[in-house]
């Protein structure tokens, strides 16, 4: 029996399964900066909720973004490490690219994806810093360029959904685990390097301080 198990930390935390072209079970962990405590729980409650185990997981799919350094790597890893663990294999996907499925069609009994969207749109997340990561695609969810990361106000004036719609004018749509985990296994492979697309907040310094304590003069000496 072919069971995927879906991950993504790309905006918060999502978990979800599917097995024969059905989801079995799904999770989402809201709080954006809970990646680390809250992913490996979630995974389980996933499984516990489906009566399933992590030895009965026979593929795993991993959003790698675009998404912000720390909460993306937190799943990339975690992915890589359950599928060294499982000896199974780890598809990497686009995040943005579950939101494009969501949006542009719906699954019929046999798991094919039935394009609903009338034209070319964009799928959007919070990239913070008043940009976004976003996309575009055509109405069969295929992408068509990107990622990109910007300014919200200049995106192309297309519909816009994703978890970062707001920010363009749009209505926000979470990214769904359950539904990452059905249409994951048949988005393009895009590896496992996650999609950055820009340096983290926070940098090595290029200057080394010393850490040694300068010895204090007396009153009136000079060194």
């Known amino acids: 029996m072919s069971l995927t198990l879906a991950i993504d930390t790309s905006t918060d ?21 809970a ?14 909720n489906a009566a399933r185990t992590l030895a009965d997981v026979t593929q795993l799919v991993v959003g790698v973004g675009p998404g912000p350094f720390t909460g993306l790597r937190v799943g990339v890893v975690t992915a890589q490490t359950l599928g060294f ?3 199974v294999p780890v598809r990497g996907v686009c995040s943005l690219d579950v939101g494009a499925v969501g949006y542009a069609g719906h ?12 034209g070319e ?6 990239a913070r810093r008043k940009e976004v990561y976003w996309a575009r695609y055509g109405a069969d ?29 749009g209505r926000s749509t979470p990214l769904d685990g359950g539904l990452l985990a059905l249409a994951g296994p048949d988005l393009p492979d ?17 200057t080394r301080k010393s850490t040694l304590l300068q010895p204090r003069l007396a009153p009136g000496l000079k060194r």
Not at 191 to 201: M, N, Q, T
């Open 13 to 33: 935390v999502r978990v979800g399964l599917a097995a024969h072209g059905a989801v079995l079970a799904s999770g989402a962990v809201t709080d954006p900066r």
């Open 35 to 48: 990646h680390a405590e809250r992913l490996m729980p979630l995974i389980h409650e996933t499984l516990h």
């Open 85 to 87: 663990a499982l000896g």
């Open 107 to 118: 699954a019929d009994a046999a798991g094919e994806y039935l394009a609903d969207a009338a």
């Open 121 to 126: 749109f964009l799928v959007v997340s919070d």
């Open 141 to 169: 969810a295929s992408r068509l360029t990107g990622p990109f990361v910007g300014p919200a106000a200049e995106l192309p004036d297309l519909p816009v959904t994703g978890p970062g719609a707001e920010l363009a004018g």
């Open 190 to 206: 895009v590896g496992l390097s996650p999609l950055y697309l820009r340096r983290p907040d926070a940098e090595v310094p290029t």
